[in-house]
């Protein structure tokens, strides 16, 4: 079993930053690649950033590419989304989720674990 907390997430404006966290309890952490996805209200859970079991291999969706950075420190169990020039439409609630069983990273299938999600709300 594995226990994921979010948090860092809040109210900014257009253009600001934030970073997210995710920290792991329970299961080896550092085993299994791990992603970010978000829902905004009314749409569907969408894949943002996912991040290999060694931090060697990142993945981005098309819209965050080039403003947010995934990244892991497998000695505190934890792994970060670096969201920087943040627009409106990056409003969401942002979820982590460890990916436990094969399959490609930019879908939800092969995640297990999610979170409970934290809040990213961006004003224009």
């Known amino acids: 079993q594995v226990q994921l907390v979010e948090s860092g997430g809040g109210l900014v404006q257009a253009g600001g930053s ?21 829902q905004a209200p009314g749409k569907e859970r969408a894949f943002v950033a996912a991040i290999s079991w ?18 892991r420190d497998n000695a505190k169990n934890t792994v970060y989304l670096q969201m920087n020039s943040l627009k409106p439409e990056d409003t969401a609630v942002y979820f982590c989720a460890v990916k436990y069983n ?3 990273y930019y879908y939800s ?15 224009s």
């Open 54 to 71: 060694s931090g060697d291999t990142t993945y981005y969706a098309n819209s965050v590419k080039g403003r947010f950075t995934i990244s």
């Open 109 to 123: 299938d092969p995640y297990a674990y999610w979170g409970q999600g934290t809040q990213v709300t961006v004003s």
């Open 102 to 104: 094969t399959g490609s």
């Open 18 to 38: 934030l970073r997210l966290s995710c920290a792991a309890s329970g299961r080896a952490f550092s085993s299994y690649g791990m992603g970010w996805f978000r």
